[in-house]
């Protein structure tokens, strides 16, 4: 893949879902076929809405291109993530569908049992829509990209990013979804899976849940095209390859209060660092400090993330 020289100045394009999150934690084992004591919250989500937002509160300038509804949670969710800082101004408005919905059921222990998403809004994102904002790639630094695009506008994003010779980091969003990225594989400049992601874009060859299988699969992915792969291990880490080195940085110990978007607070600290020409170890570093900042807060988005912050959560 060619060699990209990012421009931390100019702004990340960030293409994607945006949803609203409704989260239960409960309160003991969950019990089918009937109603469960739970803990619930709602806040916004989305992986690419989460990234954007968790970029803008680090400084870095940021431009959203996503479809919300013609309704109350997408009037609202615009206007959070204009108070983070977000542009907004490519937004897509629809009254085909609603906003998004994400609804998932957390056991005591932090961990995610049951998830389901209504993502009906993004497959409107076209490819028309998104050439009529090819202004946005020759202005940005780097191309972030989820999986819950339609296939024909990734192909048109990872397209109109290589025209504008813009690198692209691609997240797969979860293990339904992945698949969708492998023709991709050489165009890619940075690859965020988690270990079942993983697993899918490696064709099962490794067990990603194992520290030593989770860098094989990292260095496989590597093989195929991708610059930099770092691949999301939950409460065990992060393992990362290039073409020049690997590594694994452990979890921070954390009490685990709500799991959702601590993976995307993860990504979106790496492309901070490394488009602020962080070595790429003291990257991962700070994104594992950001994932468990994120794993402590009820939502998706730590709404006081600063460098300062993630600096500090290194050394408790």
Do not use: W
Not at 3 to 32: M, R, T, Y
Not at 147 to 153: G, K, Q, R, T, V
Not at 204 to 213: D, G, L, P
Request: net charge negative; hydrophobic share 45%; glycine share 8%.
């Amino acid at each position: 893949m060619d060699n990209f020289s990012p421009i931390a100045e100019a702004p990340v394009l960030v293409i994607g879902a945006a949803s609203v999150d409704i989260v239960g934690v409960l309160k003991g084992e969950l019990q089918g076929g009937t109603s469960n004591p739970a803990q619930i919250r709602t806040s916004f989500g989305g992986v690419a809405r989460n990234v954007a937002e968790n970029l803008a509160r680090l400084g870095q300038a940021v431009n959203l291109l996503t479809v919300v509804g013609e309704d109350q949670n997408g009037e609202q969710l615009i206007q959070k993530i204009v108070e983070a800082g977000v542009n907004v101004e490519a937004i897509k408005r629809t009254s085909l569908h609603p906003t998004g919905t994400y609804l998932g059921v957390v056991n005591t222990g932090g961990e995610l049992q049951v998830a389901l998403d209504d993502m009906r809004a993004i497959t409107l994102l076209s490819p028309d829509y998104l050439k009529q904002h090819e202004h946005l790639f020759r202005e940005a630094s780097l191309l972030f990209v989820d999986a819950n695009l339609p296939n024909d506008s990734l192909r048109t994003a990872i397209s109109l990013a290589r025209a504008a010779h813009l690198p692209v980091c691609a997240d797969p969003t979860s293990a339904g979804l992945a698949v969708k990225l492998k023709p991709y594989l050489s165009k890619l400049h940075i690859l965020t899976p988690n270990s079942a992601e993983a697993a899918i874009l490696t064709d099962q060859a490794f067990n990603t849940t194992r520290r030593r299988e989770a860098l094989q699969a990292a260095k496989h992915l590597v093989s195929q095209g991708v610059d930099i792969v770092m691949i999301a291990m939950a409460a065990f880490g992060v393992c990362y390859a290039t073409s020049e080195t690997s590594g694994y940085i452990p979890a921070i110990r954390t009490e685990i209060v709500d799991p959702t978007g601590a993976g995307d607070a993860m990504t979106a600290t790496v492309l901070f660092a490394l488009l602020n020409n962080i070595e790429i170890d003291d990257a991962m570093r700070l994104g594992v400090s950001a994932a468990s900042l994120t794993l402590r807060h009820r939502g998706a988005v730590v709404p006081d993330l600063s460098l300062e912050e993630l600096y500090n959560e290194l050394v408790i």
